[in-house]
């Protein structure tokens, strides 16, 4: 930490949804439960209705648990309840725009919030596609906003603990990775206009939970020292589609880490549930590195050497410490407050390559698709 004095950052919310209201609770968490001097204040919220809005904000100030001591702070008091986006970004009591929007809305609202002067934390995906997310920085960086992509995984205690196991060459050289991230979500019982199955919305597996297995990939290979922050080849992909709506179902990709002479593959899967003891397994020369379900809130890991015992490590998210999404809050509170325009924990241009998967694969596998519907 760079002070000792508090600071504050005042938080402008897009979105009623629930990961938005997971966030903005984690925002009234106490910092002493995580040794953090940041303070957040939610400034404002925005929804589709000021009678939405008002919803949201009574919602949280009924909070009780790890949340109702924000409430207790006065994290609330002064927060504005807007019934339009627009009203939330040009408020000049907002530092910051938290964006937790459909991913098709993430690039139109995330613009807007940057051309108002805002700050952006925008949820994972980032963007549809890699032109969109390019054309979030360069308005960014003109402006010299800070702006980052929400992928909370990254900031999690037992994500350091793992990188340090890796890195420190106890395992040897990585061999062979791979990640998944799936559940069964019942699709077949949802409506066509549900946002898992609604291509408008950005729906099927791939965008919703292809980060997960994606932040797996990156902490692991792409950050290796021996990888010198090299993007891997892009090798081949798979989709199984959702007939209902065409949306994808399951998606799969294999890449090449050329510098580490290591392959991964990696899998999402919204009607199949995923293995519960190893959503991560990175194989290495001298031992393997095994992550518990789930990708995106791991507790468990385990390191299994070719020749010894197998040793078991915890690191869940404590009670007090709400959802976890707190510690990404943080980190956007320190960058800003160091005058940073973007994370070094979480880049611009990692962000940049994980999209460039999900394009990829969209890609090819909507070339199949046409390939398929030909042939009928």
Known sequence: MTSTSPFTLRWGILSTGSIATEFAMDLLVDPATRNSDMRHVIAAVGSRSVESADRFVDKLKASTGPWSWGVQQGLLTETKAYG???????????????????????????????????????EKCFTFDLAELDDLIAIAREKNLFLMEAVWTRFHPIAYKIQDVVFSGRLGKPKRFQADFSIDFNVDARPTSDRFLDPALGGGSLLD????????????????????????????????????????????????????????????????????????????????????????????????????????????????????????????????????????????????????????????????????????
């Open 84 to 122: 339009s986006y627009a009203e939330v970004c040009n408020d000049p009591n907002v530092d910051v725009v938290y964006v937790g929007t459909p991913v098709t809305l993430h690039h139109a609202d995330a613009k807007m919030a940057l051309l108002a002067g805002k700050h952006v934390l925008c």
């Open 209 to 376: 939970m292809g980060p997960y297995p994606s932040v797996w990939a990156m902490l692991l290979l792409y950050q290796h020292p021996d990888n010198r922050s090299t993007a891997p080849k892009f090798v081949n992909s798979y989709q199984r589609i959702y007939r209902r709506t065409n949306v994808d179902e399951r998606s799969r990709w294999l890449l090449d880490f050329e510098n580490l002479e290591c392959e991964a593959q990696l899998m999402t899967d919204m009607t199949t549930h995923g293995l519960r003891e190893a959503t991560a397994v990175l194989q290495c020369q001298d031992g393997d590195l095994i992550i518990e379900f789930g990708p995106q809130k791991p507790s468990t890991f385990h390191i299994v050497p070719r020749n010894g015992e197998r040793e078991t490590y915890h690191y869940p998210i404590a009670a007090e410490q709400g959802h976890g999404l707190c510690f990404e809050a943080d980190e956007v509170a320190q960058c800003i407050r160091d005058g940073k325009t973007e994370s070094e924990r979480m880049p611009l241009s990692e962000s940049r390559v994980a999209q460039s998967w999900l394009d990829e694969v969209r890609r090819r596998g909507t070339t199949c698709m046409k390939d398929m519907k030909g042939k009928a």
